[in-house]
């Protein structure tokens, strides 16, 4: 009988294991290998012992990210990701809901070991959570994009302190990385919502995609390109790698652009993920391939810290 119940226990275990895998399941591919990678390639990372301690930071923020936004509508999971533990039936929305409530505060605690500065990006991503999900910023296109967009320049800071030699601050070049995959992510985030469009109808959400059909497609289309050409020159990436990325960013959006089914979109997601994480590797080849007797690569950078930090905006007055 013991052998028994400690057998069924263990198995429970696994299944509710599994269970808060599924959350962020969807989210490997778009947001917790990215954002390692980011926080590794722009930190620099100080030594592999925090590449674990990094990976939990991030996938906890977006566990309890995912957590908010499943508990609210899962009508539309249903339709558009039916695998996800509550339209699977793996979990109430009751218990996900004590579940989210739970993490938040562990969130919090786990980045008081670190610094301040941690335990406020960990408060800010939650501020923008419950905007997001609570508030209904996600209804308007505008707003949900804006928000998404600030949540990931949270998560990359954080992760970036977690995986530095010193968790209190960011180097200039973590913070215009930062700075810049919030722009990137900003015009482009609605690729992940082309698939999606059946599902945000039933939910009376109002995408990029559903607002603007055709821009939305363009705008991707020809932004990718040009971002991957935009980044390379940034991050003073060499010529070959540079015609690579770029070329990449014309298959990636050719594929939204041509290809509008429903599957065709899914897949065309999955090559925009692995654009996504190949695009934080950028600020990592600048770290790890220039040294500081190069001044043509530091300038442009301090150039476009200026830009977008608005320094040199300021100094017209």
Same mark, same amino acid.
């Given at each position: 009988?013991?052998?028994?119940?400690?057998?069924?226990?263990?198995?429970?275990?696994?299944?509710?294991?599994?269970?808060?895998?599924?959350?962020?399941?969807?989210?490997?591919?778009?947001?917790?290998?990215?954002?390692?990678?980011?926080?590794?390639?722009?930190?620099?990372?100080?030594?592999?012992?925090?590449?674990?301690?990094?990976?939990?930071?991030?996938? *906890?923020?977006?566990?309890?990210?995912? *957590?908010?936004?499943?508990?609210?509508?899962?009508?539309?999971?249903?339709?558009?990701?039916?695998?996800?533990?509550?339209?699977?039936?793996?979990?109430?929305?009751?218990?996900?809901?004590?579940?989210?409530?739970?993490?938040?505060?562990?969130?919090?605690?786990?980045?008081?070991?670190?610094?301040?500065?941690?335990?406020?990006?960990? *408060?800010?991503?939650?501020?923008?959570?419950?905007?997001?999900?609570?508030?209904?910023?996600?209804?308007?296109?505008?707003?949900?994009?804006?928000?998404?967009?600030?949540?990931?320049?949270?998560?990359?800071?954080?992760?970036?302190?977690?995986?530095?030699?010193?968790?209190?601050?960011?180097?200039?070049?973590?913070? *215009?990385?930062?700075?810049?995959?919030?722009?990137?992510?900003?015009?482009?985030?609605?690729?992940?919502?082309?698939?999606?469009?059946?599902?945000?109808?039933?939910?009376?959400?109002?995408?990029?995609?559903?607002?603007?059909?055709?821009?939305?497609?363009?705008?991707?289309?020809?932004?990718?390109?040009?971002?991957?050409?935009?980044?390379?020159?940034?991050?003073?990436?060499?010529?070959?790698?540079?015609?690579?990325?770029?070329?990449?960013?014309?298959?990636?959006?050719?594929?939204?652009?041509?290809?509008?089914?429903?599957?065709?979109?899914?897949?065309?997601?999955?090559?925009?993920?692995?654009?996504?994480?190949?695009?934080?590797?950028?600020?990592?080849?600048?770290?790890?391939?220039?040294?500081?007797?190069?001044?043509?690569?530091?300038?442009?950078?301090?150039?476009?810290?200026?830009?977008?930090?608005?320094?040199?905006?300021?100094?017209?007055?």
């Amino acid at each position: 009988m013991t052998v028994q119940h400690s057998y069924l226990r263990l198995s429970d275990i696994r299944y509710h294991l599994y269970t808060i895998f599924l959350f962020t399941k969807n989210d490997i591919l778009t947001a917790i290998i990215p954002v390692t990678l980011f926080a590794i390639a722009s930190a620099p990372l100080c030594s592999p012992i925090h590449i674990l301690p990094t990976i939990f930071w991030i996938w *906890l923020h977006i566990l309890q990210f995912d *957590l908010a936004n499943q508990i609210k509508a899962p009508e539309e999971d249903k339709v558009n990701k039916p695998s996800r533990p509550i339209p699977a039936e793996r979990i109430t929305v009751r218990n996900a809901t004590i579940l989210r409530y739970l993490i938040a505060p562990l969130c919090l605690v786990y980045s008081s070991l670190y610094s301040i500065q941690l335990v406020f990006a960990s *408060l800010e991503m939650q501020l923008f959570t419950f905007w997001y999900n609570e508030l209904d910023g996600d209804k308007n296109w505008l707003s949900k994009n804006a928000i998404l967009a600030l949540m990931y320049g949270c998560v990359e800071f954080g992760g970036t302190l977690v995986a530095s030699c010193d968790p209190s601050k960011v180097s200039q070049t973590g913070k *215009l990385a930062v700075q810049l995959t919030i722009a990137v992510f900003t015009s482009t985030v609605h690729c992940q919502d082309f698939k999606d469009v059946e599902g945000d109808r039933l939910t009376s959400r109002c995408t990029v995609p559903m607002m603007f059909p055709i821009a939305s497609r363009l705008v991707v289309g020809l932004g990718l390109p040009i971002w991957s050409f935009l980044l390379c020159c940034i991050w003073d990436v060499d010529w070959f790698c540079t015609i690579a990325f770029v070329m990449y960013g014309c298959f990636v959006g050719g594929r939204f652009l041509c290809l509008r089914t429903r599957d065709a979109d899914k897949r065309s997601c999955k090559y925009y993920s692995v654009w996504f994480s190949l695009h934080h590797l950028l600020p990592g080849y600048w770290n790890y391939f220039h040294d500081s007797n190069e001044t043509r690569g530091g300038e442009l950078l301090e150039q476009t810290w200026e830009l977008f930090s608005g320094t040199s905006l300021l100094k017209v007055f």
